[in-house]
Structure formats: structure tokens, C-alpha cells
């Protein structure tokens, strides 16, 4: 309003009320109302005016202050010492006078320092009004002459008409605020639908939050499934908290655990005046936390977490506070809940994957219309295809069995219903190989019971075929071995008896009964070993052994076997071997089985065992001149049963357990085994194991 000049005597009430309606027609800021309101009431009165509205809560008063030369003055005055409380509390229009009060209220009065005698005051909203939206307030004029256009009756009169200006006001500065609060969950509910990444989803509803609010912090806890235990999100506290362990409260624990149990939003404007609040957070960061609105994050009936707001600038949280939250809550629980289960279907999917590609069998899903959707490496590597792509393609093109019967068992598959059919059979690789193969299938169903996918599992028999084969050889060549030293015992045994042997020749017979029978319980005894080595009971107690010992004890019975076949034996141990930490037992059998193998395999050369400590390590090398091995046979060479096939045909004995001994004794000494060979040149084992520390 532009500087105005005293008014004249011959100005009325009717005209100030015309100046007002003037002024305010186009005013719809409530500020606006009342400073125009001071400003026209001084200059038409010559009287200092002053306009007090109650700020949010109660907690002060907005004031503008007249002085009738058209300058307004806008301030804030302490609730306490405002000193509108009785004036309003009169409920009327009156006049006090100064000296009616105390001199303590005086000297705390921020109204009462103005006049010097007088104030004639009037409640805002009048009584009888029906005001909804205009907080409680006063219109003073202070000190005003005797022959001041308003007098009581007419500043009632006044006061009741500017209520309806003030009540307009404060009605559109409500609506402007749900317009901006409606806004704000509107952008705030488009953002969350627009990502199912949870720190996004923070991210975006953090700032509008504090911005609307006005507010120090937001936070957001979440339950932990297993525990109950609500963990805040580490991304939202801010500096003070990153260098701080994950914060965490117990079930129930706080306000946060108290909202979460009994699902009930609170607001709070002094914490450390609540019980329920827990201060070591606070202690511990440095944060002070003054007030907070908390409010629970359900989804349906399940409460997954709470979002709080902390410490409000200027003011105390009120009701429009909670009804925006409680507003943003509903999407942000759901956001939230889509985000976590996305990110669990999202590991789940790359667990199921990571399980379908390492699997050692092969596997397929085909859909209802007999496409493959999934194909791992192992089932492409069985069917020898593995540069080609089967996705798309019709499972019939890519995958063949002998017989062509995997029409009919894809039919099985489709119609069963707890007990799923298996089929074993021959599958015909690229090339025309046949593989022996039994597959597994399952019906994947949707809701209503219908079949959205297969899938079938390819198991690959060759090694169980192999392993099947290997057992029936060792109980063939076991009953061989069995039956021929029997069958000399029983025949010269038979001869002794009937009394056919007389003198040197019984002699004879009774050696060979003799050393058919050390055979016999050679091969009892190695059965045996085999047993306690695989139930562990030469593994049960660890004590220091000397290999010195050993070679002591082993070689020379060896050495003498093979002098008897002609052969060359050299050994090379070296003196105070230090000792080995395991079974002496084992250890015994590990280089007895080689030595006894090196000179079985050896028809004419050298036999050479040597011994040594190396690198922290005891290295034994047992090197012969035999037969060899073939080059196809050493990776199945220490499996158990296994024989290479050019000790069979040259029918030398042995039942294919000793290497497969020898290498589960190694491995229980944390020691290592390899193998040299050449066909028709000779062998050499290298086993070696950790020496223990002098």
C-alpha cells in the first residue's frame, strides 16, 4: 500500500471499512491480510496497531506492528512474552490499562513496553464468527485519543468483518499447502514406481521429505526377517554415522521398536522426555535428536520397517505433519517391498543359473511346445554339440536316443503327477556315438495346474559302466587268484595225504603248499588293509614316524626277491630321514606297494629306490625298468580296481587295489604322487611328504 496521509476528521468507519475491502479484495496471503489490516487501521486512526497471529503449535506469535505513516513492521514475539494470552483469553473486545499490571508482567511484556497508559484490544477471530482456518490471535490499538473512530462497539464490529478476510486467507494458504503436500506424494509415488532399486527408492524420497517438512534428517529402519531387529539404512545417515557399525535396535527397543510392535505412528516434540526413546545412538554419533514423527511401513498387515522424521526447523510437528507421512508411507512400504523382492528373485535367479551351468549332469527345459528355453554346457558337451546354440530350437532336432523313444517318454513326463517317470537309455551323440544314458524329468506347472515347462536331466552312465566293469574284473580276477593257489594247496595236499610224496618230493610239496598259502594271505591281507584304509582305522591317531625304520625293516626281503628274478636292485637312502607326522602302518604299505610293483613289472633291468629330504619335504622316487604303462591308461591309474591292460595280457597277478591304496595313504599325509612312464622303457613313482620341523 502506497505512503498514506493522516485521515481527516470528516473520514468515517464506513470509509476505513471501504479503504479495507479495497486493500484486501485482491490479497489472499495471510501475511498479506494482516500486515494491510495494521497498516490501514493506523493511518486512518493516527493510532499505533498491532496484529498478533498464532505461529504453528502455539509456540510464538507472528506480529505486525502500524505506526501510521504508512511503515508496517513484521516480528516474532516468544509466546510467553507476547503477553496476548489474557487479552485473548477475555474473549472480548476491552481496554486494559498499564497500570493494572503487574511489574513483573511488564518487565517480561513484549506488548506492554508499546503504550504508555492504554490498549484496546479485540480476540481474532471474534466469537461467534465460525472461523475454521484463522488461529488464534489479537488486534490492539495502542493508546488510542479519546476521539479515535474506534471505540469498542465498533472495533468489535471491525474485528468480526476482517474474520471472514482472515479466515479466506487462511483457508487458501491450507489449500496451497495440501496442493504442495499433494505434490509432493504425487512425485513421490511416480518415483517410486519408476525403480526397483532400494537405494534409488531412498535416494528420491529423502530430499522432498526434509524439503517439505522442513526437517533435519529422515530415516528409514528395516526388519530383519530372522531377528526382528530393525536396521537403519546405512546411506541416510548421513556423515556422522559412516564411520559408526551398522546401527541396530532390538526388537521392541526405542520408539522405532515401539511403533514397529504396536503398529501406531507417534509424534514426539521432546524425546528425551519420552521413556521409549533410546539415547546411545545419540552418545555415540553426536546427533542431538530434539523431536521425530515415526510411523510404521506396512505392507498389508505386516509391518516391514518405520520411517521417521527428526528435529523440525522453527516449529513443533503437528497433524498435517503425520497425515503427509503417514501419506508417503503406503508407497514407500510397497517400493520398498517390490525392491526386496525383486533383488531376492534376482539372486534367486542367478543361484538357480549358477547351479544349472556347474552341474555335472546335463540339463534342458524344453516349454509346452517341446522348445528349449535353457541348455547348460554339460548336456551340449554329452550330445557333441557344444559351438552350437540350442535356445529355440525343438528338442527333438537336437537331442536323439536310440529307438527314437523320446516322444513317448516326453509324454510320460506330461502326464505325471507325484512319482516322475525315468527312462535309461543309449543317447546318440553328433557323430553317431552312442552314449549310455539315463534321464529324469519333471513337469513344471503354473497356478492352474498347467504345464508351462520341462525339465529333464541327463545323466551320463559311461563311468558307472566303467566302475561296473572294473568290480566284475576284481571279483573275476579275485576268484582267479583265489582259486589257483587253493587248487595247488588241495591237489598236494591230496598227494601228501595218500601218501604219493615219499622223502625229498614231500618236502617239495609241503614248500609249495607253504607258498601258496603266503599268497593267499597276501591277497587276505591286502583285502583287509583295503577295508580299515576306507574305514579310516589306520587313519585314527597321528604319531612320528621314521622312514629310516621302514626302509631298514622293508628293503632287504625286497632286495632279495629281486636278486632271485635276476634283477638289479639299488637303493639310496639318506641317513636321519626327519620324521613324519601319520601312521607308520600306512606309511609301510605306501612304500612296500611300490617297491613290490616295481620289481613285479620288471622282467630284466634295474630296480632303484632312493630317498631324501628336500624344501621342507622327504622325496621317495621308486624307478624301475618294467613293462611301462600306456600313455591312456595313467590318468585311471591309481582308480580303484583299475589294471592296465598290458599287465592282464601278460597275465601278470594283481587284484587293482594297490595304487589306489597307495594314493589314499599319500593324500592322508598331506603328500603329493606322480608318475613317470614309458611303454616297454620303465616307470618312475615320485611321492613326497611334509618332513615335521626339527
Known amino acids: ?91 472480548k473486545t476491552a ?59 465498533t472495533l468489535a464490529m471491525l474485528a468480526t468483518n476482517l474474520t471472514i478476510s482472515l479466515d479466506r486467507a487462511y483457508l487458501r494458504n491450507h489449500v496451497n499447502r495440501q496442493d504442495i503436500e499433494f505434490a509432493v506424494v504425487s512425485d513421490i509415488s511416480h518415483a517410486l514406481t519408476s525403480t526397483l532399486n532400494l537405494s534409488n527408492i531412498f535416494h528420491q524420497l529423502m530430499d522432498p521429505i526434509r524439503r517439505t517438512l522442513l526437517v533435519e534428517s529422515v530415516s528409514v529402519g528395516l526388519i530383519e526377517p530372522t531377528s526382528g531387529d530393525i536396521i537403519f539404512v546405512d546411506i541416510l545417515m548421513g556423515p556422522l554415522f559412516q564411520d559408526m557399525p551398522a546401527i541396530r535396535l532390538k526388537k521392541g527397543q526405542g520408539i522405532a521398536g515401539w511403533v514397529a510392535d504396536n503398529r501406531e505412528a507417534v509424534i514426539i516434540n521432546d524425546v528425551y522426555t519420552d521413556k521409549r526413546f533410546f539415547s546411545q545412538i545419540d552418545r555415540r554419533s553426536g546427533f542431538l535428536t530434539e523431536s521425530m514423527i515415526c510411523i510404521p511401513l506396512q505392507v498389508e498387515e505386516r509391518v516391514i520397517g518405520i ?39 534376482l539372486a534367486e535367479k542367478r543361484r538357480v543359473e549358477t547351479l544349472f551351468a556347474n552341474m555335472s549332469e546335463g540339463m534342458v527345459t524344453v516349454n509346452a511346445e517341446g522348445f528349449i528355453t535353457h541348455a547348460n554346457d554339460a548336456l551340449l558337451s554329452l550330445i557333441g554339440q557344444e559351438s552350437v546354440n540350442p535356445i529355440g530350437k525343438n528338442v527333438y532336432d537336437v537331442i536323439r536316443l536310440k529307438g527314437n523313444n523320446l516322444d513317448g517318454y516326453v509324454q510320460e ?67 582267479h587268484e583265489l582259486r589257483t593257489p587253493l587248487a595247488t594247496i588241495l591237489m598236494y595236499a591230496r598227494l601228501l595225504r595218500d601218501g604219493k610224496a ?31 584304509m576306507e574305514a579310516r582305522e589306520l587313519q585314527r591317531s597321528a604319531e612320528m614316524v621314521k622312514l629310516n625304520a621302514i626302509f631298514d625293516d622293508m628293503l632287504p626281503p625286497l632286495a632279495d626277491r629281486a636278486l632271485e628274478k635276476k634283477l638289479t636292485f639299488r637303493q639310496k637312502i639318506e641317513k636321519d630321514l626327519p620324521p613324519i607326522l601319520g601312521s607308520e602302518e600306512t606309511l609301510y604299505l605306501i612304500l612296500k606297494n611300490l617297491v613290490d610293483n616295481a620289481i613285479k613289472f620288471t622282467l630284466s633291468g634295474t630296480v632303484r629306490v632312493e630317498a631324501r629330504q628336500e624344501n621342507g619335504q622327504i622325496m621317495v622316487e621308486v624307478q624301475d625298468e618294467g613293462i611301462g604303462i600306456p600313455q591312456a591308461a595313467l590318468p585311471n591309474l591309481f582308480g580303484r580296481f583299475f589294471r592296465a591292460q598290458t599287465a ?20 592322508y599325509h598331506n603328500g603329493t604322487i606322480n608318475v613317470a612312464s614309458e611303454e616297454g622303457k620303465g616307470t618312475t613313482f615320485t611321492i613326497r611328504l611334509p618332513a615335521l620341523a626339527e
Open 648 to 667: 592282464v595280457e601278460r597275465g601278470i597277478a594283481g587284484t587293482g587295489l594297490g595304487l589306489y591304496m597307495v594314493k589314499e595313504g599319500v593324500e
Open 307 to 345: 520411517v521417521q522424521a527428526i528435529n523440525k526447523s522453527g516449529s513443533d510437528f503437528n497433524e498435517n505433519d503425520l497425515r503427509l507421512m503417514q501419506a508417503i508411507a503406503g508407497p514407500m512400504a510397497a517400493a520398498i517391498e517390490n525392491a526386496r523382492l525383486h533383488d531376492a528373485v
Open 95 to 153: 481496554v486494559q490499562h498499564k497500570f493494572d499490571l503487574s511489574a513483573a508482567e511488564l518487565i517480561n511484556s513484549e506488548l506492554w513496553q508499546l503504550p504508555r497508559d492504554t490498549i484496546l484490544s479485540a480476540p481474532l477471530p471474534m466469537p461467534g464468527s465460525h472461523s475454521r482456518f484463522t488461529p488464534p490471535g489479537i488486534l490492539c490499538l495502542i493508546d488510542p485519543a479519546p476521539d479515535c473512530i474506534l471505540d469498542i462497539e
Open 1 to 91: 500500500m502506497s505512503k498514506q496521509t493522516a485521515p481527516t476528521t470528516e473520514k468515517t468507519i464506513f470509509s476505513l471499512w471501504q479503504t479495507l475491502t479495497a486493500e484486501l479484495a485482491d490479497v489472499l496471503d495471510a501475511h498479506g491480510v494482516c500486515a494491510a489490516i495494521a497498516n490501514t487501521i493506523a493511518v486512518y486512526t493516527g493510532t499505533t496497531t498491532v496484529i498478533g497471529s498464532s505461529g504453528p503449535q502455539g509456540r510464538y506469535y507472528d506480529v505486525w506492528i502500524g505506526t501510521g505513516d504508512g511503515q508496517i513492521q513484521q516480528t516474532i514475539w516468544d509466546k510467553s512474552k507476547a503477553s496476548f494470552a489474557p487479552l485473548i483469553g477475555a474473549g
Open 502 to 532: 615219499p622223502g625229498e618230493k614231500g618236502e617239495r610239496f609241503l614248500g609249495v603248499i607253504v607258498r601258496e598259502s603266503d599268497r593267499l594271505q597276501k591277497m587276505v591281507r591286502q583285502m583287509l588293509q583295503l577295508a580299515k
Open 413 to 479: 513326463v506330461q502326464e505325471a503327477d507325484e512319482e516322475y517317470p525315468q527312462l535309461a537309455t543309449d543317447l546318440i551323440r553328433e557323430g553317431g556315438d552312442l552314449v549310455p544314458t539315463l534321464i529324469s524329468g519333471a513337469p513344471v506347472r503354473d497356478e492352474e495346474g498347467e504345464i508351462e515347462e520341462m525339465i529333464f536331466v541327463f545323466s551320463d552312465l559311461r563311468l558307472i559302466r566303467e566302475v561296473e566293469r572294473m568290480r566284475d574284473d576284481f571279483f573275476h580276477g579275485i576268484v
